[in-house]
């Protein structure tokens, strides 16, 4: 049975926050698998408006193995596939909601910065489109402020 609080914030991202309509394409991405019960939610609102839809995961255990396997260099160059993809959509959510707030922590600081500078070169893109940026709940958030989950 599916939370009604995540149907409902699906609702909201897809008919006020993002308007979808018809023939959109729409691009979800995510960092973290703890949110799929909100990615299959707005899938299926995506659906009912007869939209495309995509999503990229960018798991922050696989974000580390690369960043921390990658030369500088290599992180500072935007991968064309995600430039294209970004110019080719009409709108793009972005939900965050990691299983480990700190999986990033030993990852040297100068190459953080470098793929962080690379991708600015999207952020025009997406704000030319019709956007949404929201957190799902986690346990690893709700650690965060030391709170259970449930009271979260």
């Given at each position: 049975m599916v939370d009604q609080r995540v149907s409902e914030h699906a609702k909201i991202i897809v008919d006020y926050s993002?308007?979808?309509?018809?023939?959109?394409y729409v691009v979800i991405s995510t960092n973290g698998v703890e949110t799929l019960p909100l990615i299959k939610e707005i899938a299926g609102e995506i659906g009912r408006k007869g939209a495309h839809y995509g999503v990229t995961l960018q798991e922050n255990s696989i974000n580390r193995s690369y960043l921390i396997n990658a030369e500088e260099e290599t992180l500072s160059i935007l991968p064309r596939q995600m430039k294209a993809m970004y110019e080719?959509?009409?709108v793009f959510i972005q939900i965050n909601g990691t299983s480990n707030t700190r999986e990033l922590s030993d990852v040297p600081p100068s190459k953080l910065k470098a793929n962080a500078k690379s991708a600015t070169e999207l952020f025009?893109?997406?704000l030319s489109k019709r956007w949404n940026v929201t957190l799902h709940p986690t346990p690893a958030l709700a650690q965060e402020t030391r709170k259970s989950y449930e009271s979260y």
């Open positions: 993002c308007e979808v309509k018809k023939g959109d080719g959509l009409d025009p893109i997406i």
